[in-house]
């Protein structure tokens, strides 16, 4: 394999999009000489047209600025208000603004030219993520032959969802473009086969889509992970325990239960906020004897379906804290901010139950870091949605509905009432399924598909 080139929407160290999948693919980076390529986080009035390629802790990075008004267009419009809301079965949640593609599409043709002149016969090509899907088309429009990957974080939609979506069509053919399309988890590679087997539906004026051909595109789930055993260290060292002995003390004899996510809709918040609130209603004895702590950092603000959820769940938390709380009582903490690595792992580590209950997601790594970060000997109870990714891997976790509060306040229950040598046995096999699935196998197993021994086929430029 020659060089390998990353592209992403975010670059490493800038925001949330660094963390587990960064150091993964910064060794594999490192091994294959390759770079990372993104925009810069910057947002300017007449971007140059030339990439800015930078050294960040050992990694070269490649940079392009992008103007105010392409990236609302491309980020929180046709990504963040079409594709994010559409990919998670809540058209309800959508705003359908056409125009949105054409910004969309400009800035991955932005990208395409930026990036075309540093790349070589050899290199091969990984594309990350739903901002990104034309990438493949631009680039090889500019005639770049290269093996190209795509892997999608998030879950690919039903067939309705994806008709929901303006140019749909185009963006399928966007994907039939790439040698290889990973998938988080057989559900969305299910859904995606959906499509590719039933497209080609009636045009309002009656003439059938042009179909899409797949039959140079290999679509395959590879369910990413974390690094669990330097999570597991983590969660040991001086750093995290400097965290989880001030909430012992906090807490007393109380049983932990804990959620980490980004404030999004997708995240299942205020289902979970009604799933606890149901526990403490329904078992008076759990009272003074739990305590639930919820860390969500805020996420793309700007949009309104973004500041609704957490309008909703700050009322949530009001109501549960005015009914429950007691002078020298708090049922909960709700913190709207996020925690670095070190401090979560031992949070993790404390809790006696983690809450993963998203509506829909992609994987889920919290589930994986959670399961890495117990103490073999006491370890916690992971509840998880069955609408995770992760629940494909996860099967001994507790599987529940989270739209169901009554059965995931139950789930709740058992996970507090469950005795040690069930714990045990469970956690023993999800660490199993952590270690299996972790993110440095993940990252090996496609990039493996992507460059197979005779080298693959090298495509035509696009027409
Ligand atoms: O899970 C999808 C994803 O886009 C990740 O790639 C990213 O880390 C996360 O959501 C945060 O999104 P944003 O980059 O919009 O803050």
Same mark, same amino acid.
């Given at each position: ?116 002149? $540093?790349?070589?016969?050899? *290199? ?6 739903? $901002? ?41 053919? *966007? ?88 404030? *999004? ?103 994986? /870091? ?24 996860? /099967? ?68």
């Amino acid at each position: 394999m020659g060089r390998l080139i990353i592209v992403s929407n975010r670059t490493p160290g800038k925001g949330p999009a660094a963390g587990g999948l960064a150091v993964a693919l910064r060794k594999v980076l490192t091994e294959h000489e390759g770079f990372w390529f993104g925009w810069s986080g910057k947002l300017v009035e007449k971007p140059e047209p030339e990439a800015v390629f930078e050294d960040i802790e050992g990694l070269n990075v490649g940079k392009i600025d992008l103007t105010q008004h392409d990236h609302h267009a491309y980020y929180a419009g046709f990504s963040n208000s079409i594709l994010w809301p559409s990919f998670h079965l809540r058209l309800d949640l959508a705003t359908i603004e056409g125009h949105w593609y054409e910004g969309y599409r400009r800035v991955n043709a932005q990208f395409a030219r930026a990036l075309k002149p $540093h790349i070589q016969a050899d *290199d091969v090509i990984w594309v990350h993520d739903y $901002h990104l899907i034309p990438l493949a088309t631009e680039l090889r429009n500019l005639g770049a032959r290269n093996r190209m990957g795509f892997y999608l974080h998030i879950p690919f939609p039903t067939v309705d969802a994806l008709y929901a979506i303006p140019h749909h069509n185009e963006l399928m053919r *966007d994907l039939s473009r790439y040698d290889l399309v990973g998938m988080q988890a057989e559900r969305d590679v299910t859904a995606f086969r959906d499509f590719a087997d039933h497209q080609a539906p009636a045009t309002l004026s009656g003439s059938p889509l042009r179909t899409v051909d797949f039959s140079n595109t290999e679509v395959k789930a590879f369910p990413i992970g974390s690094d669990p055993d330097a999570f597991a260290k983590l969660a040991t060292t001086p750093a995290a325990t400097k965290m989880v002995k001030r909430m012992q003390r906090l807490l007393e004899e109380q049983a932990l239960i804990l959620g980490v996510d980004r404030l *999004d809709y997708s995240k299942g918040l205020p289902q979970r906020v009604e799933a606890y609130e149901k526990l403490l209603a329904n078992n008076a004895n759990f009272r003074r004897q739990v305590h639930l702590l919820q860390v969500a950092p805020p996420s793309r603000d700007s949009i309104k379906e973004y500041q609704e959820t957490s309008d909703t769940l700050d009322a949530m938390v009001g109501r549960v804290m005015g009914h429950f709380a007691e002078p020298d009582w708090q049922p909960l903490t709700y913190v709207k901010r996020a925690y670095g690595q070190p401090s979560l792992a031992g949070l993790y580590r404390l809790a006696r139950v983690g809450l993963v209950t998203p509506l829909r997601d992609g994987m889920n790594l919290v589930a994986h /870091e959670f399961v890495a970060c117990q103490d073999p000997e006491d370890p916690g109870v992971l509840v998880l949605s069955r609408f995770a990714g992760a629940a494909e891997i996860f /099967e001994d976790a507790l599987l529940v509905n989270p739209f169901d509060t009554d059965e995931t306040a139950e789930a709740l229950r058992l996970a507090l009432q469950m005795p040690l040598d069930e714990r045990r046995t469970r956690w023993e096999t999800l660490m199993q399924a952590a270690k299996t699935h972790s993110v440095d196998n993940w990252a090996k197993h496609f990039l493996e598909q992507l460059t197979p021994a005779d080298g693959g086929n090298k495509r035509p430029p696009v027409r």
